[in-house]
């Protein structure tokens, strides 16, 4: 029998396995040599979305795309260090008593059992996978704020820059500071719990009846409905700063825990103390949106912006670097991302596609390739090691067929991937949505052309369409433009570069169109039917798109699509949203799409050179509704 790890000896190969896990978002990423050769989320799937659980299917996906075993692997990285963790929540507990004793009581039995014990745990579930003994797995831990800091800088294109981390909180750290430099990463500042502005933009998130840890998209798409005249935007800013948090000039921040009770109790915020300083109750999901939700949204998503600026301009005048690398859940915040690109703070700015939890299965395995090995790196300051965060898995023609007479789906073969796309476009001109699935699945949460829900940015009643009977979510929820990457100063200003979709540009001036008259006194649902620019489907309310540029070099299949689409209107975007229904994670396999594009109002499905018209499929039998499998996001 082949001994695994003399064989990877004599190749002269490392392979580092990354695992996040047991909080939100599992992951597992493979690394060989420091080379990114797979990522993935359990959610995608278990189709449990935000799935915590241990990534079994994941680790088997990475393992299987290098061809390896575990006995192959140098190291499993976990992204966090659990003990750490539970120090905290101890010390808390017992700082906030006996505030917290309902909650103490409730999370005890599950730290005790499993989190504590996590070494334990996580061999258990490797052994699970594959039967080979416990010694031949080395373990290793990375803090959670370095796996992030990781993740943001070593797959950048940069060999020198600053890296600024912010999320809710991982150990005891909620953000830091960290300047990058070859192979190395060091320290800087750090912010510690329970201050923190990824949880203070998660307690507004919950007091406008959002979830948290996934709600947090839609507070930001719903900030621009506020009006940005309004004298009552500018007294909940007041209130913000005078009541619930302090800001320091540096971007760190105290937050009056009198206002909270995430540190201690099952709630994120101090309900009664919320409604005496806003004027309003805490919204419910069902509640419609009001005037007031708008600008308290608008009013947060300020604060959020002018504190992560001042933590940048802090981080500048700590490292000198010229560059900024970002991760941590409040990278995702693409339009406080767009804030820091026009404060013009850095030359430039690069962000890891999955910066929250998950990235940090990413970031755990390269710290430990580059810091723990002390193995080199090289960067060109020009490409990214993401290869356009195209790491997931694939499908082949056999599989996409094999679905087809599962579900006795009625299709057309094209002879070329040039007829694909012409009909195509045929489809998107006629006004349909076209479901669209090619390659290797995106890492992340953003659909980056490979798994994606498409449409003619031209339409203007494509944005209420694809809400109300695409994605069956809020109809004020914006979609985002795919632009050619050749063409985007033909749209949108600044014309940057924004590969995974996490910057928001303005669409420009010459393409806008006027707002009526008393357009600001209007409900959220009379500014959606107004017509805003000649690409309508994807101009938010307050002219920005969240823009993903495509780029033939990383993705040549969507990039000729658009180019196919842009010879035949003379525009060069489409509209881009993730292939899944709200609360449904983004598909996977074919049959993940084919479900999904039976059970809505899609038109088209496209599997590769595969062609499916909704008119022509078989009546969909099965009885389980989306809204009974999945839950509300």
């Known amino acids: ?372 090995h002390g193995r080199e790196r090289v960067a060109d300051e020009k490409t990214d090691s993401m290869a356009g965060a195209y790491l997931g898995p694939e499908y082949s023609d056999q599989d996409i067929e094999r679905t087809a007479r599962r579900f006795g789906a009625v299709y057309r073969k094209c002879d070329s991937f040039d007829e694909v796309c012409q009909h195509t476009t045929e489809s998107l001109v006629s006004g349909n949505v076209i479901g669209w699935f090619q390659g290797r699945m995106e890492w992340g949460p953003r659909a980056l052309g490979n798994r994606s829900i498409i449409a003619d940015p031209r339409s203007p009643e494509m944005q209420r369409k694809l809400n109300l009977k695409i994605k069956y979510r809020e109809g004020f929820r914006p979609f985002a433009p795919s632009v050619l990457a050749e063409y985007v100063h033909e749209y949108f200003e600044p014309s940057l570069q924004s590969p995974y979709m996490l910057q928001v540009a303005d669409v420009k001036t010459e393409r806008r169109y006027s707002l009526p008259e008393g357009y600001h006194d209007m409900t959220v649902r009379e500014k959606l039917y107004i017509v805003r620019s000649d690409i309508p489907a994807v101009t938010h309310i307050d002219y920005s798109a969240r823009l993903q540029t495509v780029h033939r070099e990383t993705n040549p299949p969507y990039w000729q699509l658009i180019d196919t689409f842009r010879q035949q209107t003379g525009y060069a975007l489409l509209v881009n949203t993730s292939f899944n229904v709200r609360g449904e994670p983004i598909v996977m396999s074919p049959d993940d799409a084919y479900r999904c594009f039976m059970r809505t109002e899609m038109d088209c499905l496209v599997l590769g050179n595969y062609l499916f018209a909704k008119h022509e499929q078989p009546r969909w039998q099965e009885r389980q509704a989306w809204q009974e499998e999945f839950a509300l996001d």
């Open 1 to 372: 029998m082949r001994n695994h790890h003399d064989y990877r000896n004599r190749e002269n190969r490392m392979y580092i396995l990354g695992i996040s896990a047991y909080y939100h978002d599992a992951a597992a990423a493979l690394i060989q040599d420091g080379r990114i050769v797979a990522a993935a989320q359990e959610e995608r799937f278990t189709r449990k979305k935000h799935d915590p659980d241990f990534p079994k299917n994941a680790v088997r996906f990475c393992l299987e795309q290098a061809g390896i075993s575990l006995g192959d692997l140098e190291a499993v990285v976990y992204y966090d260090k659990p003990l750490l963790t539970f120090e905290r929540l101890l010390e808390t507990y017992y700082a906030f008593a006996p505030r917290g004793l309902r909650s103490f009581l409730a999370s005890m039995p599950v730290w005790l059992k499993q989190k504590v014990m996590m070494k334990k745990v996580l061999l258990d579930e490797l052994t699970a996978l594959e039967a080979i003994p416990r010694t031949r797995i080395k373990l290793l831990f990375s803090s959670h704020h370095l796996s992030h800091a990781a993740s943001a800088f070593f797959p950048s294109p940069y060999d020198d820059a600053a890296i600024l981390t912010v999320d809710g909180v991982g150990e005891w750290a909620t953000a830091s500071i960290c300047h990058g430099q070859g192979n190395g990463i060091r320290l800087l500042r750090e912010l510690q719990f329970p201050h923190s502005l990824g949880l203070l933009y998660s307690a507004f998130t919950s007091f406008l009846g959002f979830k948290v840890n996934s709600g947090e998209y839609k507070l930001m798409g719903l900030a621009p409905y506020g009006n940005p005249a309004s004298v009552r935007v500018q007294q909940y800013c007041d209130s913000i700063r005078g009541h619930l948090v302090d800001i320091k000039s540096d971007g760190s921040l105290w937050l009056n825990q009198e206002y909270f009770d995430y540190a201690a109790g099952l709630q994120m915020t101090n309900n009664a103390r919320w409604q005496r300083l806003f004027g309003f109750p805490p919204r419910s999901a069902s509640d419609e949106l009001l005037p007031e939700h708008c600008d308290l949204a608008l009013a947060i998503q300020r604060v959020t912006e002018e504190v992560v600026v001042k933590m940048a301009v802090e981080a500048r005048r700590l490292t000198g670097a010229r560059k900024l690398c970002l991760a941590g859940g409040v990278a995702l915040n693409c339009v406080a991302n767009g804030k820091l690109y026009k404060e013009a703070i850095f030359d430039e700015i690069w962000i890891q596609p999955a910066a929250g939890d998950a990235g940090g299965a990413l970031g755990a395995a390269l710290a430990a390739f580059h810091i723990t």
